[in-house]
């Protein structure tokens, strides 16, 4: 890790730069995943009294209106020069963080069909501007030999603090917690943003130095060959692009479709998320931990679609836990308990940090400082946002359609079978197509060389 040469070099500008993108990245991905996935569809139910159908309409919608927006921003942030402007970015940051802020306290508020639809157009303005305006910063802050570790940190950072730190999932303790928690953060960015606070505005000068050196992406430099390193920038209507999208919509995809309806069934929450025991939680924020430092180092050492492979079985294992565990209930009652195995949490927790440290490092190492907004919009709002959201309405159209759990979860089991299956072919005929080139493929599979 270039960070251990830094630190010891006693060059803190770097060091501190990779910790503002973990402190951002962590305490983002918490509020938005955990705030607008899970507290919306309280709110929509329980305060506004719409049916579970009406709220996953409007979750489709926020997914929609997100993922537009998010592009359209990405795209001017690359052709006005934005994505490679330090200040830019944090000032569009604090804009959302100060949107995002007012949102969070008035939602307990919202009583109304009219104002919850405001609500949701005002949230996709947020999170759309802030997806490549947070994952661009990559490009600043972190060095490319360290992402895959940088992506972990988030990862333990994020999930450690949502297991051992366990929210009411009712609108009201989101609100109140989430509003206590942006209000420091919220000061900060802004002294980062204003331009006339002394100390922040060296510091972000020293940071917005460092794209020419961080700027290149992982996977658009050469690996192998006599031209090892040069410089081949990905393009956006590549396949080596839109693989990668292809691959993380199915993965994010899978994940909503299965936890939406997980969490509503008691006997698989109460060992797990919702656990009275805190050694419940806490087991849980250690295996996400361990299992996102585990997928920091293989990310950092093999090509990226042997990860994708590890989170497709991994989900396909889990799910396959669960219905394991559903018709041992349905066809011994005498032998089914009152909970599931804690195993079938933990595996589903790796699995989830696989893919989260994956996400996190992918984006900026498929891009250069000139396309990484674009890149980050379009891989972020479509492969995690727009399948996150889609999938979340559609587990609760589902629901609504009195889909047994049974049902429900093998079709998500088909999926993730489906997708692992479709990946190990086509590695293998990539390898085919190699040797049939002369290309080397004598190494170690995946590995980098």
Sequence with gaps: MRLFTYLRRREWTPVLGCGLFVGFMAAGYYYNVTFVQLGLLDLGTRLVGMTELQVSTWMAALALLTFFVAVASGVTMDRRGWSSELLVKFRLLFGVVALQ???????????????FGAWILAASVALGVGIPASFSLAVDLVPVEDRGYVAAAITAVAYFAANVYPLDWRIEAFSAVMV?????????????????????????????????????????????????????????????FWGP????????FVDSLGFLRIIETPSFVLGAWQSPDFSDHLALGVVHVVSALVAGVLYTNFDRNWLFLWVFGLFSLTHLFYTTDVRTAAWFPALAGGQVSPINSAVYAVAVSFYTTLNFALWPDLSTPETV???TAVGVGLAGWLATFLSTALALYF??????????????????????????????????????????VSSSPGVRR
């Design 101 to 115: 802020f007012l949102l969070t306290l008035v939602a307990p508020t919202i009583r109304t069909v009219p104002a």
């Design 399 to 440: 629901e609504t359609a009195e889909v047994t759990l049974l049902s429900h979860l093998n079709v998500v089991n088909a999926l993730a079978l489906l997708l692992f299956t479709g990946l190990v072919v086509a590695i293998y005929l990539r390898r085919l197509v190699a040797a049939a080139r002369g290309d080397d």
């Design 180 to 240: 206590a928690a942006m209000a420091p953060g919220a000061v900060a960015l802004g002294a980062l943003a204003s331009g006339r606070v002394g100390v922040a505005n060296r510091l972000v000068a020293r940071l917005a130095r460092q794209h020419e050196e961080f700027g290149v992406g992982r996977f658009c430099r050469t690996e192998t060959g006599e031209r090892t390193g040069e410089v081949r920038p990905v393009r956006t209507r590549s396949f080596a």
């Design 373 to 375: 907004g674009t890149h």
């Design 245 to 252: 999208v292809v691959l993380m919509f199915g993965v994010f």
